[in-house]
């Protein structure tokens, strides 16, 4: 069995990372628009890296939740199955990874990984960055930006990511609002290539009406019942 699952902040909020559109989540203290855009890095970095350097700070002291461990299982035990779990990320902190997930398309970039505008290499970051941090390859000072997908730029793995949601089985979208585009038009995707599609949520999404199956609850709770039911119908 082939499961593509698609995760979004609300996977990582209990792990006490902010989601974005929540009361009180990130964006509802910081305008989205004024922070994750090119423009906004271009008219003022400072303010935009005191945004990140925050996130990081705040995601180095964050733990991987049940959710987070239940998607890993589904991967060792999919793959124990001849089957396969292709985990799409629109999330940029590193928790899948540290749960244990092997396989992880962060679409919309990495927290802990700089990207310097001089030499165009990425290199893994974990400090505050600033105006005036070197690049670990060439040297140049202050040329160094978050290795984000910020609005208005192109997602990463966009190829990888289609191929994999064609050869699906089943779409799963956990954690997410479903108000970002394009991972907001995938469940839209997977009903047109014939794909069964779940939402797993705290709420109903704002696609809520395009999934077959609808689990709402915490994903603390909900992703290890549903990995649960996965793995015992194999
Ligand atoms: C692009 C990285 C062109 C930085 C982020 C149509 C087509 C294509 C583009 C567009 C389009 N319409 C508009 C656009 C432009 C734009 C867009 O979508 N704008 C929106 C505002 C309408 N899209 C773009 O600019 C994208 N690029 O389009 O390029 C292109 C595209 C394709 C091909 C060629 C060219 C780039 C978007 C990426 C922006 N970067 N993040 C950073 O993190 O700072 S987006 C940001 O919002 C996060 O990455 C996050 O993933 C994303 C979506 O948020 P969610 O993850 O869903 O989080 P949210 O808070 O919204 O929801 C959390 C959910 O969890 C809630 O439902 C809540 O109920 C639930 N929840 C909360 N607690 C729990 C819980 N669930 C379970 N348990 C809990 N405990």
């Keep these: 069995m082939r499961i593509f699952a698609l995760t979004g902040a609300g996977v990582s909020a209990e792990s006490g990372l902010g989601t974005f559109r929540d009361a009180g989540g990130i964006w509802a203290r910081f305008d989205p628009m004024k922070l994750a855009t090119p423009e906004a890095f271009a008219r003022d970095p400072d303010l935009v890296h005191a945004f990140y350097d925050a996130r990081r700070r705040n995601l180095l002291a964050a733990e991987p939740n049940a959710a987070h461990v239940a998607l890993a299982r589904l991967e060792a035990g999919l793959a124990a199955r001849g089957g396969e779990l292709f985990l799409c990320t629109q999330n940029i902190d590193d928790l899948h990874e540290r749960a244990g997930s092997t396989r992880v398309a962060h679409m919309h970039g990495e927290l802990l990984k700089a990207r310097c505008l001089a030499c165009g290499q990425t290199s893994r970051w974990r400090e505050d960055m600033g105006v005036t941090a070197s690049c670990p390859s060439c040297g140049e000072t202050g040329r160094l930006r978050p290795h984000v997908v910020w609005f208005g730029e ?76 996965v793995l015992a119908a194999r």
């Design 154 to 229: 192109i997602p990463l793995d966009l190829d990888a990511i289609f191929a994999a949601l064609a050869e699906a089985d089943l779409f799963v979208a956990i954690g997410t609002s479903g108000s970002v585009y394009p991972a907001a038009g995938f469940v839209a995707e997977a009903r047109a290539l014939g794909i069964r599609t779940c939402e797993i949520n705290l709420e109903p999404s704002d696609n809520a009406a395009l999934f077959d199956e609808r689990r709402y609850g915490r994903a603390s709770e909900a992703v290890p019942a549903f990995v649960e039911a």
